[in-house]
């Protein structure tokens, strides 16, 4: 009797050690801190409202387009059903029209399929507690915020047991560095803060891959290799530029024997692993093309129209040097992994060979896309979610020599953490950074930067300039004063029919406040029907780039815009300067140009 209680308080012991190591196990307390932080930011300030925006419009669109409104016209029904729920006039970015008038999402489908199962849930939720049924309600954002939360925390499991199995760590390290580079790139801000981009959802695939790839490295078999095929597939879908991550499968399995082991179990025996993988990847984009021809009618297209790569004229240095964009400088910790990585080639040239090629050619692709700088001021985006790969070599760096690197990896930590706050605080927003403005950014002590900079710039359109238009032209001085409520006004009508066309403005002044930071002074872009006013598009843009400009002094202004006219039905393009605030001010060399581009 006494030998069975001592059996089962020591089994009462090891269970309630093993639940306690589990719930305080370093990867629980990171997701749930995560969970926590992630909770309490969105619930404020209406964050929930915004949830599906951006790119994050069309991501989502085919799940109410398909399951509520039933037809392709359901497209167009989206975009009333989220301006009803929108304060602000919604610019219509997702959809085209082909050259019979059927409007399609441009976008793939990826995130809506890997979002359906929350979509779902959403669906159900409304119907039994008599909410909206429409896919916009705060019903659908909420399971939709809840959606891409879960493959964040999906992608960070999936890469701490990657990083575990790669590099042979025990799992208190391994969780140790997952928490490390989702701090320190940005995938912690497009993760915690900015959800309707794609990335959480590649990084939740990327991380699934790489176990997948490491488990059935020495044991092949037909299910893991179907699997491993949709998870290629479904990478696809959500960001195609992604299918670089294939270039990782020598560097993944670690040396040429598995990597000659792993082709011939693909190719040999007739190719059936190989055939199988091939139908589990064309399983899942076979998607792809029924979405085609449900909404055009036709099985294939180029969905992006109007846009596209410059494979001969990537913007190599910019996206690796520039302040606009460059990795080196936005996510700096890449600079100690460059190290790392030049140090892998004298310990082990095979991973570091391929782990060059990946880089280098994947770093080809997103550079050549017509818009490089993907309109945004948080680093490159499209790289986020292959930052973790990248920093693989900074792994082996601290393993080899830890005492060395700690103190440059915390302070580039600090550094990324510092504008992870300050751009969740809105020190710094709609801005294109320059040599002048990214070192003083860093100075978050300064409440004086708080909304200080305000740079506006596009990457001009795809394809050919076909004509350039000056719409106002005037080097003189001119006084502005509080009766000139509008200035510099320039109009011009757009032909018809069009296919294809972009339109690009470019407003450069030089101007003289004689008051520190002033507001109300902006710059209006307004492309509209005159036949249909509600079919618009309206940018309006502070006149300053740092508002803490010296009073009485001349500055230059410059603002570059795409027009987003999906539809090619504006007819008319007004530009001019409105004074709102009523302010005294002086402007000069003020050159408005238009420019139209085709492909």
């Not at 992608?155 to 025990?170: A, K, P, V, Y």
């Not at 872009?525 to 780039?545: C, H, I, Q, T, W």
């Not at 709102?580 to 140009?593: G, L, M």
Request: hydrophobic share 45%; charged share 20%.
């Amino acid at each position: 009797m006494l030998r069975d209680i001592l059996k089962k308080m020591i089994y009462l012991k090891m269970k309630t050690k093993a639940i306690f190591f589990k719930c305080f196990h370093p990867f629980s307390l990171m997701v749930i801190l995560m969970i926590s932080y992630s909770v309490f930011h969105t619930s404020k300030n209406e964050r929930l409202n915004s949830i599906i925006s951006s790119d994050g419009r069309g991501y989502y669109a085919f799940l109410p387009s398909f399951f509520i409104y039933g037809s392709t016209g359901g497209n167009e029904r989206n975009i009333e059903i989220e301006q009803s729920y929108s304060k602000e006039k919604l610019v219509q970015t997702y959809l085209v029209k082909d050259e019979n008038g059927k409007a399609f999402n441009k976008y793939f489908p990826g995130v809506a399929i890997l979002q359906t199962p929350f979509f779902g849930l959403a669906y159900i939720y409304s119907w039994l507690f008599n909410y909206p049924i429409d896919g916009y309600s705060l019903v659908f954002r909420i399971f939709y915020y809840l959606g891409s939360l879960f493959y964040a925390v999906l992608g960070m499991l999936f890469f701490t047991r990657s990083i575990r199995d790669f590099f042979e760590l025990s799992d208190l390290k391994s969780s140790f560095f997952t928490l490390l580079f989702y701090c320190i790139t940005p995938l912690l801000y497009y993760s915690e803060n900015v959800f309707c981009f794609s990335h959480s959802y590649s990084f939740f695939l990327f991380g699934f891959f790489t176990l997948q790839l490491l488990k059935m490295s020495s044991n092949f078999n037909t299910r893991s290799i179907f699997i491993l095929g949709m998870t290629v597939g479904l990478i696809f879908l959500v960001r195609p530029s992604d299918l670089t991550i294939l270039l990782l499968i020598p560097f993944l399995l670690g040396d040429s024997l598995k990597f000659n082991h792993f082709m011939k179990a693909l190719f040999v025996n007739k190719s059936k692993l190989g055939l199988i993988g091939l139908i589990g990847f064309l399983s899942v984009v076979m998607f792809l093309f029924f979405i085609w021809k449900w909404q055009t009618g036709k099985w294939l297209l180029w969905s992006y129209s109007g846009e596209g790569f410059y494979f001969f004229k990537p913007h190599l240095l910019d996206g690796l040097f520039s302040f606009r964009a460059g990795i080196f400088v936005n996510t700096p910790v890449l600079v100690l992994s460059f190290i790392g990585l030049t140090y892998m080639f004298i310990v082990d040239k095979w991973k570091a060979t391929f782990m060059l090629i990946y880089l280098l050619i994947n770093f080809w692709v997103i550079t050549s896309w017509w818009c490089w700088d993907y309109e945004t001021s948080f680093g490159c985006r499209p790289f986020t979610e292959h930052l973790f790969f990248a920093l693989f070599p900074l792994i082996v760096l601290i393993k080899r020599f830890f005492y060395i690197s700690i103190v440059p990896v915390f302070v580039l930590l600090s550094i990324s953490l510092i504008r992870y706050w300050e751009i969740t605080t809105d020190f710094f927003t709609h801005q294109r950074f320059t040599k002048e403005n990214y070192f003083e950014s860093l100075c978050f002590w300064d409440l004086n930067n708080k909304g200080r900079w305000n740079f506006t710039r596009s990457c001009e359109p795809f394809g050919e300039l076909i004509n350039s238009t000056v719409l106002f032209d005037r080097s003189s001085q001119q006084k502005i004063t509080s009766k000139n409520e509008f200035v510099c006004s320039s109009e011009m009508s757009i032909h018809f029919p069009r296919t294809n066309e972009r339109f690009y403005c470019r407003i450069e002044l030089d101007k003289k406040f004689s008051t520190p930071r002033t507001t109300g002074v902006i710059v209006v872009v307004d492309a509209y029907n005159s036949k249909d006013l509600n079919k618009r598009f309206y940018l309006a843009n502070e006149m300053y780039n740092d508002k803490n400009d010296k009073p009485n002094s001349w500055k230059k202004f410059v603002l570059e815009t795409l027009i987003s006219d999906c539809f090619q039905e504006f007819d008319t393009i007004k530009i001019y300067i409105w004074n709102q605030s009523k302010k005294e001010f002086y402007i000069k060399n003020v050159k408005i140009t238009l420019e139209e581009y085709k492909n």
